[in-house]
């Protein structure tokens, strides 16, 4: 990567949209595939062209794994390619996942081949995309939330490899292929631009804990960093990680992002007077521009249900607030922009969470209906963004444009 672009802002729009493109097997065992389940690739045209008038321009998309490797080592990349060309339609710039959520059927961060085909994948995917786009910033997440897969997968069964007791392993197992397909990508392509995609959380003791259960929160909330500094080489150096394999620092934030551990309950962000205990967006997004000094991306949030517009009017506060106290936050995405299913319940359960509603229909993919509160309050927090942000005013007046 140039020294030119290692710390200049790549995104078109500070406010960007994200699409559910989860590919992984669920609790049960069964794939679920979000980005035809959720109608995106069926009505592309329209999703794109429906951003414009909320100011978006710059939109999180998945090349589905599962989807792309069939066979090992050969790939199908006809879908990705259609997605592309909409994007060049509709002047809308992509910010592309290598893995999301999901790996080939034959895969799981466990298998001895797991880093090999994935970084292999990762070069097919450069010189596939250089091919399409030789011009323009390639942005790539290599896997998202290492640490919520490496739980969900090693240590409650909810996806593959179905483990208990073995979430550091599959950590490791992700971090390797995770590195060993960015030095795969930038020996293509050195200008590649990394974005890590990790949650944000904070982790308290209960009231009252003793100075152990003081140390075991503290280490449980440092942990949510492992990914990163393995990503950095400060961890686990032996994987081969690099600092300068960070580029820019993702952050996904969520109202249950924040909890008391030993037992566990969510800390409500919402309560008047607040509750001491939730930390404050701006000063979790500073802590971690100062443990990495790299530029942060909100990469993913949003509320389901009723609460949608109250959050995002937070959302837009508290990023105004980490831009006063000069934190170089770059862009925030709304994730999901159209509503998901559960991963677990797809037929029956949907989270109500993004700025489009799904409307289900028999044998056809949903349709989309906007709810006009988020809508209002999402404008509500790009004003208040822009008034707080004037050296942005670059990619603020393209999202407000």
Same mark, same amino acid.
């Not at 140039?2 to 710390?7: C, F, G």
């Not at 593959?160 to 392509?189: F, H, N």
């Not at 259960?213 to 686990?236: P, Y």
């Not at 209906?369 to 050296?391: K, N």
């Given at each position: 990567m140039s020294v030119a672009t290692a710390r200049s802002n790549p995104f078109h729009s500070f406010w960007m949209a994200g699409y559910e493109c989860t590919d992984q097997l669920n609790a049960f065992g069964h794939r679920v595939d979000f980005l035809p389940l959720t109608g995106h690739l069926q009505f592309i045209d329209d999703d794109y062209q429906?951003? !414009?008038?909320?100011?978006?321009?710059? *939109?999180?998309?998945?090349?589905?794994?599962?989807?792309?490797?069939?066979?090992?080592?050969?790939?199908?990349?006809?879908?990705?390619?259609?997605?592309?060309?909409?994007?060049?339609? !509709?002047?809308?710039?992509?910010?592309?996942?290598?893995?999301?959520?999901?790996?080939?059927?034959?895969?799981?961060?466990? !298998?001895?081949?797991?880093?090999?085909?994935?970084?292999?994948?990762?070069?097919?995917?450069?010189?596939?995309?250089?091919?399409?786009?030789?011009?323009?910033?390639?942005? *790539?997440?290599?896997?998202?939330?290492?640490?919520? #897969?490496?739980?969900?997968?090693?240590?409650?069964?909810?996806?593959?490899?179905?483990?208990?007791?073995?979430?550091?392993?599959?950590?490791?197992?992700? #971090?390797?292929?995770?590195?060993?397909?960015?030095?795969? #990508?930038?020996?293509?392509?050195?200008?590649v631009r990394i974005l890590t995609t990790e949650p944000l959380v904070n982790i308290v003791p209960r009231a009252g804990a003793s100075r152990q259960e003081r140390q075991r929160a503290a280490e449980f909330h440092d942990n949510q960093f492992q990914s990163v500094d393995m990503l950095a080489g400060r961890l686990c150096p032996e994987l081969g990680g690099r600092p300068e394999y960070i580029d820019m620092l993702g952050f996904n934030f969520y109202y249950d992002n924040q909890w008391e551990l030993d037992p566990h309950c969510r800390i409500p962000w919402a309560d008047v007077p607040a509750d001491p205990r939730w930390q404050p967006l701006r000063h979790l997004l500073a802590a971690a521009h100062r443990r990495y000094n790299c530029p942060v991306v909100l990469t993913e949030t949003s509320h389901p249900g009723v609460d949608r517009p109250l959050w995002i009017r937070m959302i837009g506060e508290e990023c105004a607030a980490a831009l006063r106290m000069g934190v170089p936050l770059w862009g925030v995405c709304l994730y999901p922009i159209v509503d998901r299913p559960d991963w677990d319940f797809p037929e029956r359960e949907w989270h109500r969470s993004g700025l489009w509603d799904a409307v289900l229909r028999p044998d056809a993919p949903p349709l989309r209906v906007l709810h006009a509160p988020y809508a209002e309050a999402l404008a509500e927090a790009q004003q208040v963004v822009a008034e707080a942000a004037p050296e942005l005013a670059g990619s603020l007046a393209l999202s407000l444009s």
């Amino acid at each position: 990567m140039s020294v030119a672009t290692a710390r200049s802002n790549p995104f078109h729009s500070f406010w960007m949209a994200g699409y559910e493109c989860t590919d992984q097997l669920n609790a049960f065992g069964h794939r679920v595939d979000f980005l035809p389940l959720t109608g995106h690739l069926q009505f592309i045209d329209d999703d794109y062209q429906a951003l !414009h008038q909320h100011q978006l321009g710059t *939109v999180r998309e998945g090349i589905r794994w599962s989807q792309i490797e069939k066979t090992p080592y050969q790939y199908d990349w006809s879908t990705v390619r259609q997605m592309l060309a909409a994007g060049q339609r !509709h002047g809308i710039q992509q910010v592309w996942d290598i893995c999301h959520f999901g790996y080939p059927d034959d895969l799981t961060p466990l !298998h001895p081949l797991f880093a090999r085909r994935f970084a292999a994948l990762c070069r097919a995917f450069v010189a596939f995309y250089r091919e399409v786009s030789p011009e323009g910033e390639l942005i *790539v997440t290599p896997i998202n939330e290492v640490s919520f #897969m490496s739980w969900l997968g090693g240590d409650v069964r909810g996806t593959s490899p179905y483990c208990v007791g073995q979430g550091w392993e599959v950590k490791r197992g992700l #971090m390797r292929a995770y590195i060993e397909g960015v030095a795969a #990508m930038r020996e293509l392509d050195p200008s590649v631009r990394i974005l890590t995609t990790e949650p944000l959380v904070n982790i308290v003791p209960r009231a009252g804990a003793s100075r152990q259960e003081r140390q075991r929160a503290a280490e449980f909330h440092d942990n949510q960093f492992q990914s990163v500094d393995m990503l950095a080489g400060r961890l686990c150096p032996e994987l081969g990680g690099r600092p300068e394999y960070i580029d820019m620092l993702g952050f996904n934030f969520y109202y249950d992002n924040q909890w008391e551990l030993d037992p566990h309950c969510r800390i409500p962000w919402a309560d008047v007077p607040a509750d001491p205990r939730w930390q404050p967006l701006r000063h979790l997004l500073a802590a971690a521009h100062r443990r990495y000094n790299c530029p942060v991306v909100l990469t993913e949030t949003s509320h389901p249900g009723v609460d949608r517009p109250l959050w995002i009017r937070m959302i837009g506060e508290e990023c105004a607030a980490a831009l006063r106290m000069g934190v170089p936050l770059w862009g925030v995405c709304l994730y999901p922009i159209v509503d998901r299913p559960d991963w677990d319940f797809p037929e029956r359960e949907w989270h109500r969470s993004g700025l489009w509603d799904a409307v289900l229909r028999p044998d056809a993919p949903p349709l989309r209906v906007l709810h006009a509160p988020y809508a209002e309050a999402l404008a509500e927090a790009q004003q208040v963004v822009a008034e707080a942000a004037p050296e942005l005013a670059g990619s603020l007046a393209l999202s407000l444009s």
